[in-house]
């Protein structure tokens, strides 16, 4: 089993790095490989609409969006991290997964994911709730911890003192690696997935 955590951040090596690595760490005592992937500083194209996606089966910009998404087809679980922008997800996330979700989202459909966020102070809630919607709305079940998936500081050495935030992160990698075991045995029992209806859209507009 493994789990593979998005980098969001333009810092390789910031607060966002020092949270999914304590999540990487609890998941790697539980005995599920984790792999630290950040997206660099200059990922944050978002999508064009341009569709090439659905006839090349990658992004047409090809950059770290198709490194995630080559590796997230091997991995069975997915975290992103982020530091809050303007009570936002930075612009190489949202970036990132807008074109991730359109160009491999087929492919990560019901693997269990979760977001993790960093603040210096607020916004953190909000940007939760922005990238979690990528995974609801791809059908991935979304691994909670104790409390909000968040930590605090200006700088990694401010998270190293967040002992409330390591604690949640830590939580978070032992819940992934619970439900990524649950999976595995449910698959081993037979449990099948559910079955997909045909997808229907409504239009508002009459």
Known sequence: MKVLLLNGSPHEKGCTHAALAAVAHALEAEGVEAEILWLGRDAGAGCSGCGACA???????????????????????????SPVHYAAASGQATGVMDRLFRSAGASLRLKPAAAVVSARRAGTTSALDQLNKYFMYNQMPVVSSCYWNMVHGAGPEDVEKDEEGLMIMRTLGRNMAWLLKSIAAGREAGVQPPEQEPPVKTSFIR
């Not at 992004?59 to 087809?73: G, H, L, P, T």
């Open 55 to 81: 006839r090349l089966g990658r992004c047409a910009v090809d950059d770290a969006v198709n490194i995630a998404a080559e590796k997230a087809r091997a991995c069975d679980g997915l975290i992103v991290g």
